[in-house]
Nanobody
Framework: QVQLVESGGGLVQAGASLRLSCQAS????????MGWFRQAPGKEREFVAV???????YYADSRKGRFTISRDNAKNTLYLQMNSLKFEDTAVYYC?????????????????WGQGTQVTVSS
């Protein structure tokens, strides 16, 4: 089992920045690709970005440039730096883990999920 706990969400104005964190425990962090997803009200959960233990990354096209995924393997922590936030970035953000392999953007490829952290961007 892998336990994931997100933090860092909040209410911000459009144009602001936030950094989300996801603390992992339970299994060897390096053995997992770590991803961020988000779910806006009334919408499906969508892929944001994923990173492997070698720090290779893959982003959803619409998030390239404003969002940066990173990880600290020594601290078992995943991050998502979000800049120039827009109203449409409002969502619950989830971190997820899958056994290391091909970087994937499909929700069903991920075995473990956190409880989510709310990000609200006011316009």
């Amino acid at each position: 089992q892998v336990q994931l706990v997100e933090s860092g969400g909040g209410l911000v104005q459009a144009g602001a920045s936030l950094r989300l964190s996801c603390q992992a425990s339970g299994r060897t962090f390096r053995n997992y690709d770590m991803g961020w997803f988000r779910q806006a009200p009334g919408k499906e959960r969508e892929f944001v970005a994923v990173i492997n233990s070698m720090h290779s990354t893959y982003y959803a096209d619409s998030r390239k440039g404003r969002f940066t995924i990173s990880r600290d393997n020594a601290k078992n922590t995943l991050y998502l730096q979000m800049n120039s936030l827009k109203f449409e970035d409002t969502a619950v953000y989830y971190c997820a883990a899958k056994p290391t392999g091909v970087l994937r953007s499909t929700r069903s490829d991920y075995d473990y999920w956190g409880q989510g952290t709310q990000v609200t961007v006011s316009s």
